[in-house]
C-alpha cells in the first residue's frame, strides 16, 4: 500500500462497495456466466434481489417478483441464482478481513460496504492509492469493487454512486473544486442522495428539491422544521462539513435474537412442523454462544398464510425457563413445549419462528446451587457441536427432533449449491 502515518486535521472517508455482491459471488465460482446477465433471487425464489449489469440492460428491475421476468429470463438466457446467504457471508468476511487488516479505523455498513477513514494517512497519489486497494480485494478475494472518496460520509456515497459508471471503477471528490463537485450534485436525483428514502425523496421533490444540488442550498430552518437531525446533517455534508461520524465500535450484543422463515410447501403435521421449529431453536442457540450470551425465554410462533382468509391462525407461545441457558438440548424441548401448547389439527402452516428473550452475557451467572457437573459437560457439548458445524457445515452434527428429510424448507430451486467449507467445491485446475 501507499502510505505512511502522520496526522492531519482534514477529513478523508471512502466507501468500498461490492459490484452487484450476490452476483459476484456466483460467478466467482463460475466463471463461464462472468459475460451473462444474472439475477439472484429472495427466499423462496420470490423476487429479483441482485442483477448483474447484463441483466439491469435488458430491463430486470429490484424487487421484481420472479414469476413475472420468466418470459425475459428465457428469452433472453438469463442465469437464475436461488440466495445462498452462506456463501455470502463468507465472501464478505474475507473481504472485511482484507479491509480490518489494512486500516485500522473502519465502519462495516453492511455485508458489502465498509467506509474506512484515510484522514491520517499520507497519500501521495489517492487515484492509485485507491485502485491499488481496488486491485488488493480483487486479487484475494475475485470479486470487483468500487470505491468513492470524500471529505464525509454522504459525499463518498456519492463519489462511490460515479464510481460504479467509471470504468475504473474509482472517484475521488477531494481533488475537486466546488464548482466542480456542485456540477456533480446537479445530476444526482435526490432519490440517490444517501439517507433521503421513497417518503423523504417525495417531500423534498414537491418542494422543488428534485437533485443534491438543490439539497445542499435549501434553508436549513427549513429542513430541521419538516425532516429530522439526520436530514439536517446531509445538507450539512453536502456543504462539506464532517458530521456524520464512523460506527466503528464493536458488535452490539443483541437483546433478543429471532429466527424464521416461509415455508417452501405447506406444513400440516405436528411433526413437520416440530422439525422446523428446533432447526431454527438450533440455528438461534448457535448465534447465541457465538456472543457469549444466554436465554431466559423463548418464544414459539406459528401461522397460515394471511391469504387463506378461512382457515388462518396464528398463534404464540412464550416459556420462561427455570435458568438462563445457552444449551441447545433444554432450549429445543422448550420449544417444543410451546409448540405443543398451540400447534391446531386443519391448518396448512406457511410460516414458524422461535424467538430468545431477555438474553445476557454469559459471565455475568457465576456458580450457583444449579451449576454442577453435567451443566459443565452441556457446555463442553456445545462447544464440540459449533466447532463441528463450523468446519464441515451447519446442521452438519444436530438433534435427532430437526429431522432429515426438511421438506418444509426454503423453495430453492435454483440454488448454486456452493459451500466454501468443503472441498468438493474447490475449484479445479486442467491442463491443456
Known amino acids: 500500500m501507499l502510505f505512511t502515518n502522520y496526522n492531519t486535521k482534514k477529513k478523508i472517508i471512502a466507501l468500498v462497495d461490492c459490484n452487484s455482491f450476490y452476483v459476484s459471488c456466483e460467478r466467482l465460482f463460475n466463471p463461464k456466466i462472468s459475460q451473462s446477465p444474472v439475477v439472484v433471487l429472495s ?41 445462498n446467504y452462506a456463501l455470502y457471508g463468507d465472501i464478505s468476511r474475507r473481504i472485511m478481513t482484507i479491509l480490518k487488516n489494512l486500516f485500522p479505523i473502519i465502519e462495516y455498513y453492511s455485508i458489502d ?39 464525509n460520509k454522504t459525499l463518498s456515497k456519492i463519489a462511490n454512486h460515479l464510481a460504479k459508471k467509471n470504468t475504473e471503477g474509482v472517484v475521488d471528490l477531494t481533488k475537486l473544486t466546488q464548482e466542480e463537485i456542485n456540477n456533480i450534485l446537479k445530476n444526482i436525483d435526490i432519490e440517490d442522495v444517501w439517507g433521503v428514502g421513497r417518503q423523504l425523496s ?126 441447545s438440548m433444554i432450549l429445543s424441548r422448550a420449544c417444543v413445549d410451546a409448540l405443543k401448547k398451540i400447534f391446531a389439527k386443519g391448518y396448512r402452516y406457511q410460516k414458524a419462528g422461535v424467538v430468545f428473550l431477555g438474553l445476557v452475557n454469559n459471565n455475568e451467572y457465576g456458580q450457583n446451587l444449579f451449576v454442577d457437573k453435567n451443566s459443565q459437560k452441556s457446555n463442553s457439548l456445545m462447544k464440540a457441536i459449533d466447532s463441528m458445524n463450523v468446519k464441515f457445515g451447519r446442521n452438519s452434527l444436530t438433534l435427532a427432533d430437526s429431522g432429515v428429510g426438511h421438506c418444509w424448507k426454503m423453495r430453492r430451486d435454483h440454488s448454486s449449491k456452493i459451500d466454501t467449507s468443503h472441498f468438493d467445491f474447490l475449484p479445479t485446475v486442467k491442463s491443456g
Not at 421484481?64 to 421476468?69: A, C, G, N, R
Not at 418542494?207 to 446531509?234: D, M, Q
Request: proline fraction near 1%; hydrophobic fraction near 35%.
Open 113 to 151: 460496504e465498509a467506509f474506512l477513514d484515510l484522514s491520517n494517512m499520507s497519500i501521495k497519489n489517492m487515484n492509485n492509492f485507491i485502485i491499488d486497494i481496488k486491485k488488493t480485494i480483487y486479487q484475494n478475494t475475485g470479486i470487483p469493487v468500487s470505491i468513492g472518496v470524500g471529505s
Open 202 to 327: 417525495n417531500l423534498y421533490k414537491k418542494n422543488k428539491i428534485n437533485n443534491a444540488y438543490e439539497l445542499k442550498y435549501s434553508s436549513s430552518s427549513w429542513i430541521k422544521k419538516n425532516t429530522n437531525v439526520f436530514g439536517l446533517k446531509t445538507v450539512m455534508e453536502l456543504n462539506g462539513a464532517s458530521c456524520i461520524t464512523l460506527e466503528t465500535s464493536e458488535k452490539k450484543k443483541r437483546k433478543s435474537c429471532c429466527v424464521s422463515k416461509s415455508f417452501g410447501n405447506k406444513v400440516e403435521s405436528f411433526e413437520e412442523l416440530k422439525e422446523a421449529v428446533v432447526t431454527h431453536c438450533l440455528n438461534a442457540a448457535e448465534k447465541i454462544r457465538e456472543d457469549d450470551q444466554l436465554v431466559k425465554s423463548v418464544i414459539v410462533f406459528i401461522r397460515t398464510s394471511p391469504f387463506d382468509k378461512h382457515l388462518f391462525l396464528s398463534r404464540s407461545e412464550k416459556i420462561d425457563l427455570a435458568i438462563s441457558t445457552d444449551d
Open 43 to 83: 427466499n423462496n425464489d420470490g423476487c429479483v434481489i441482485a442483477r448483474s449489469a447484463e441483466a439491469k440492460k435488458i430491463g430486470i428491475k429490484m424487487g421484481e417478483p420472479y414469476f413475472k421476468i420468466k418470459n425475459i429470463v428465457t428469452v433472453n438466457n438469463v442465469q437464475v441464482f436461488s440466495s
